[in-house]
């Protein structure tokens, strides 16, 4: 950590005070709101007229320790991998880490529950959710 002298004139530069909140904190091994809080992975939702797509970034985990499951409605994706040696590092500080969360999701009412599938690639899980047959959009003829 750099020592920085407080200027009391630029003392409403509230993002470098917090920054450098964070940086003692962590010299000192205290927890602060960052990494005392579990770090949920960030997701992007599209909806086409065929399904819906969700993208879900899982930076450095492999696709062996991902788990997807559907119940009642409810997609949870999770990862609780068991730790190995490579995962017992002690890191002076953190501030990414996916290798253990869980996230829900109740599925919208047009979605297909039977026809989800996941592909996982270069950190992105990708879920396709088809829509129901009836809620898909269909031309009608005029005779």
Do not use: C
Request: glycine share 4%.
């Amino acid at each position: 950590m750099t020592h920085t002298r407080m200027n009391h004139r630029f003392a409403p530069v509230v993002p470098e005070f917090t920054r450098m909140l964070d940086d003692l904190l962590s010299d000192l091994n205290l927890p602060n709101g960052r990494e005392s809080q579990q770090q949920l992975p960030l997701v992007n939702f599209r909806k086409t007229s065929e399904a819906w797509l969700l993208q879900i970034a899982l930076p450095g985990l492999s696709k062996e320790k991902i788990n997807i499951e559907l119940n009642e409605g409810v997609l949870t994706i999770s990862s609780h991998p068991e730790e190995g040696p490579a995962e017992k590092v002690k890191w002076s500080r953190r501030e990414f880490d996916y290798t253990k969360f869980r996230r829900s999701f109740r599925l919208p009412e047009d979605a297909d529950p039977e026809k989800v599938t996941a592909k996982y690639e270069d950190g992105v899980l990708n879920l396709h959710i088809a829509l129901k047959e009836e809620q898909k959009p269909r031309k009608i003829n005029v005779v």
